[in-house]
């Protein structure tokens, strides 16, 4: 079974830092495209950053360049994101998503299709 568990949320103040991991099981993420999504209450789920499977490649939203950075750890099958300087808009609960296309749909697109997703992980940031 295909599956990818998300960790690594919770409450932080406006300036603080929190590392999410996704952690796969079912499947090797050296084969994959791994995104990170985030919905905030009220909203559409959105991209927030991609890494290709060769972990050369990365992509980032617009709101977050320069304060959030993907990684992965082919031994561990795991994908990070470090975020730091968070702020208040940055409060959603944020999913992790394996997909050929993921990188393409950070950038937006339909969302319906995507083939795993892991079940979220919250992040709030208010002080």
């Known amino acids: 079974q295909l599956q990818l568990v998300e960790s690594g949320g919770g409450l932080v103040q406006p300036g603080g830092s929190l590392r999410l991991s996704c952690a796969a099981s079912g499947f090797t993420l050296d084969n994959d495209d791994i995104g990170w999504f985030r919905q905030a209450p009220g909203k559409e789920r959105e991209g927030v950053s991609c890494i290709g499977f060769g972990g050369g490649s990365t992509r980032y939203a617009d709101s977050v360049k320069g304060r959030f950075t993907i990684s992965k750890d082919n031994a561990k099958n795991t994908v990070y994101l470090q975020m730091n300087s968070l702020k208040p808009d940055d409060t959603a609960v944020y999913y992790c998503?394996?997909?050929?296309?993921?990188?393409?749909?950070?950038?937006?697109?339909?969302?319906?299709?995507?083939?795993?997703w892991g079940q979220g992980t919250l992040v709030a940031v208010s002080s």
């Open positions: 998503a394996a997909d050929p296309f993921v990188c393409t749909l950070v950038g937006g697109g339909d969302l319906r299709y995507v083939e795993v």
